[in-house]
């Protein structure tokens, strides 16, 4: 029997920091705000606790609630109540009920973390659970970073609990009088973690009684491996953008383990941590033999490109700004960034560059918009002729995919600005300038 005591925590919280724990009223959750409660004098950290309702249980849902609140007031430990609807995140997202709660519940317990400035978050995941979350990802097919399974500490999240079986929850809590629920929905198999838990595991250790310490073992293996396979990576394959990383041509030589590990670490880069599985993998290094302009989505809104150097990949972000006048203000283009437009008081000694550009402001005619690419735009850039928009961009090696998603300023199909690349010679500062405007750009 794993005892539960300060042991677990060594190492994970430190003196004077705040933690908040996630308790959903079951007895893992439990166990670890008793456990955390306790010991929040000795260690001297400040104790939050959070619960989500996720909206989909009724009455029982508000059971559980009750006896998280309760609980809570008998440990004087804060609590904060959130409440999340599963239903519509799953409907509008396509996820399923498992994976939108997941999601919401996350989230939740950053937000509320972000806002009272706690340092850390825990939650109760335990032994049994990480032997669920490795069959679970050897299943799908997942990778041996898949199969290293949940970290004890990983992004400000820790896991105390993390090599504790279940079984020795339940006699901590039986033992020391700690009260729980059971949630229904634990035995409905047809979510796949309670079918790995209450089918598969179950019959397997009645032929291997350690099953859950050998997976443990195992991913304790793997994670060592997979450690060591990384370390190995050219890093200087990836350049790294605010929303979009590139791999470079030369990944096209590596062996697997090498390249398929600059894919995910590329997607790690945009924020995209979970759901790529080695399909996705597969199928961006698949775009290394296509002809530039290829494409394909992935998940959470990343997508991939073949461009003329290597492979891109970028999460989209829906443009809801199609046309804005011109103006002194600021302005938000999603997958381009800001454009901000003001008064230039000194103009005399400029520089234009891709951060800044600036125009005569005589010249800038009544009528003109911030918009994207259109169909039939002109560009007459500085000490230049006209031409139209998509030969300009050529000429700047623009890929195609990102040509309608740079504003310009236009009037009607003419195009004074191309946001970050030029302006033309119709707004050009002379030396009969009497006002200017400055234009400022934050990619992201």
């Known amino acids: 029997?794993?005892?539960?005591?300060?042991?677990?925590?060594?190492?994970?919280?430190?003196?004077?920091?705040?933690?908040?724990?996630?308790?959903?009223?079951?007895?893992?959750?439990?166990?670890?705000?008793t456990l955390l409660a306790g010991l929040r004098g000795k260690i001297g950290y400040k104790l939050y606790a959070i619960h989500i309702n996720h909206g989909l249980r009724g009455a029982e849902a508000d059971r559980d609630q009750k006896l998280v609140e309760d609980y809570c007031k008998t440990l004087k430990v804060p609590l904060e109540v959130v409440n999340v609807d599963v239903k519509n995140y799953c409907q509008s997202h396509g996820t399923t009920t498992e994976e939108g709660a997941r999601i919401l519940r996350y989230q939740a317990f950053k937000k509320v973390a972000k806002e009272k400035n706690i340092d850390l978050i825990a939650v109760a995941h335990n032994k049994n659970d990480q032997a669920e979350t490795i069959l679970m990802h050897i299943l799908r097919g997942g990778s041996l970073r898949g199969a290293s399974g949940m970290?004890?500490?990983?992004?400000?999240?820790?896991?105390?609990?993390?090599?504790?079986e279940r079984e020795d929850i339940e006699s901590y809590n039986k033992q020391n009088g700690v009260p729980y629920i059971v949630d229904s929905t634990n035995a409905?198999?047809?979510?796949?973690?309670?079918?790995?838990?209450?089918?598969?595991?179950?019959k397997i250790r009645q032929v291997y009684p350690n099953a859950v310490s050998a997976l443990v073992n195992f991913a304790k293996l793997a994670k060592s491996d997979n450690e060591y396979i990384d370390s190995l990576l050219p890093k200087e394959l990836l350049v790294e953008g605010k929303s979009e990383v590139k791999i470079l041509d030369g990944a096209k030589t590596l062996p697997s383990p090498l390249s398929s590990r600059l894919v995910i670490l590329a997607t790690q880069k945009l924020g995209v941590h979970k759901d790529v599985e080695q399909k996705h993998v597969d199928a961006v290094l698949e775009l290394f033999s296509k002809k530039s302009g290829a494409s394909l989505n992935l998940v959470h809104g990343l997508v991939a490109h073949r461009d003329y150097d290597g492979v891109s990949i970028e999460k989209i972000e829906q443009n809801n700004v199609f046309e804005q006048d011109f103006g002194v203000k600021s302005l938000h283009f999603a997958n381009f960034g800001e454009i901000l437009v003001e008064k230039a008081d000194n103009f005399a000694d400029f520089t234009q560059n891709e951060l800044v550009h600036y125009v005569d402001a005589d010249k800038i005619p009544d009528g003109a918009v911030w918009r994207t690419?259109?169909?039939?735009?002109?560009?007459?850039?500085?000490?230049?002729?006209?031409?139209?928009?998509?030969?300009?961009?050529?000429d700047k090696k623009i890929e195609r995919r990102k040509r309608e998603r740079i504003p310009v300023l236009a009037k009607g199909n003419v195009v004074l600005v191309v946001a970050g690349l030029g302006i033309s010679e119709q707004v050009k500062i002379q030396m009969s300038t009497k006002l200017a405007y400055r234009i400022k750009y934050n990619r992201e």
Request: proline residues 5%; contains cysteine; aromatic residues 8%.
């Open 373 to 394: 690419f259109r169909a039939g735009d002109t560009f007459c850039p500085v000490n230049s002729h006209n031409k139209k928009l998509s030969d300009y961009y050529t």
């Open 151 to 164: 970290q004890k500490e990983w992004d400000k999240i820790i896991r105390p609990l993390l090599n504790v």
């Open 188 to 202: 409905d198999i047809s979510y796949s973690r309670n079918f790995i838990r209450s089918e598969v595991l179950p």
């Open 1 to 33: 029997m794993e005892k539960i005591d300060e042991k677990l925590i060594s190492g994970l919280i430190t003196p004077g920091q705040s933690l908040l724990v996630g308790v959903s009223g079951g007895a893992d959750s439990m166990c670890l705000l």
